[in-house]
């Protein structure tokens, strides 16, 4: 007997052991986990919605974003909503979502990367005919937090830059997007040295994939329940929804009381 409760003492002191090794790894591994997913997302634009109808706060504030001439929304309690696209390639929408902003009368702005440029200068001239700005979206739409020359960096700007003046005559209004928001302070202090403003967003939603298309009801769900005044409104060009959408989105926000104004006044 008194052999069995030894036995048993034993026991169930090593498995108390082996479960408090087991908590101890699982606590080293949660702290590895969440020290890779913070370096993982840093240079990464994000937003977090807190409220709705409210501004989301984001990876910086707007005093750290001012000082490098970069803005994600804009400070106000006014019903006004600056609307982008981001162009990084041609797949048949654009044309309708050029004639949905001509009826509704709205300036938007598109950040275009080179290679558009060069494959549908038509396009371009027909956006800045039209009144609409045309920014920068570098040439190869890289992973410019990873750019560290100013050499580099500038390339891939004055690039774009060139392929716009070609094919339009004009000037290109020194507006950027980071590709896929990924920045870095240098970043923007290099885009401020060449003139630039930045632009990130306050409102996107998951429209990139083409053969995998966001439904209409997913889409206002996002576009109407989380506007909020100042808004940064970022859709992609070659979304199949976005072009569809378009003209009723306009009409929702206009009847929510909302004025969509070009990026200049922000």
Not at 187 to 209: C, H, I, P, R
């Amino acid at each position: 007997m008194v052999l069995m409760i030894l036995t048993a003492a034993y026991l169930l002191g090593a498995a108390a052991g082996i479960a408090a090794q087991k908590l101890a790894l699982d606590k080293q591994t949660d702290a590895a986990s969440a020290t890779v997913t913070a370096s993982s997302a840093e240079g990464n634009w994000g937003l977090s919605f807190q409220e709705e109808g409210k501004t989301p706060a984001g990876n910086a504030t707007f005093e750290e974003l001012a000082q490098y001439d970069a803005f994600y929304a804009e400070q106000t309690d006014e019903k006004v909503l600056y609307l982008t696209f981001d162009a990084g390639y041609e797949n048949g929408n654009t044309a309708s979502i050029l004639d949905t902003l001509k009826k509704h009368n709205v300036s938007a702005t598109f950040f275009v990367v080179g290679t558009y440029i060069e494959s549908e200068p038509e396009l371009v001239k027909r956006m800045a005919q039209e009144g609409h700005i045309v920014g920068n979206h570098t040439w190869h739409h890289p992973d410019m937090s990873q750019i560290a020359t100013m050499d580099a960096f500038k390339k891939e700007l004055v690039d774009v830059e060139d392929a716009y003046r070609d094919a339009t005559g004009e000037e290109m209004t020194k507006f950027y997007r980071p590709p896929q928001g990924k920045y870095s302070e240098s970043n923007l202090k290099m885009a401020q040295e060449l003139g630039y403003k930045t632009f990130f967003w306050s409102l996107a939603y998951v429209d990139w994939y083409d053969n995998d298309q966001p439904t209409k009801e997913a889409a206002f769900e996002k576009l109407l329940g989380r506007i909020h005044p100042g808004a940064i409104v970022l859709l992609h060009s070659t979304s199949d929804t976005n072009a569809q959408i378009l003209d009723e989105l306009i009409q929702k926000w206009e009847e929510m009381g909302y004025k969509i104004r070009p990026l200049t006044e922000l």
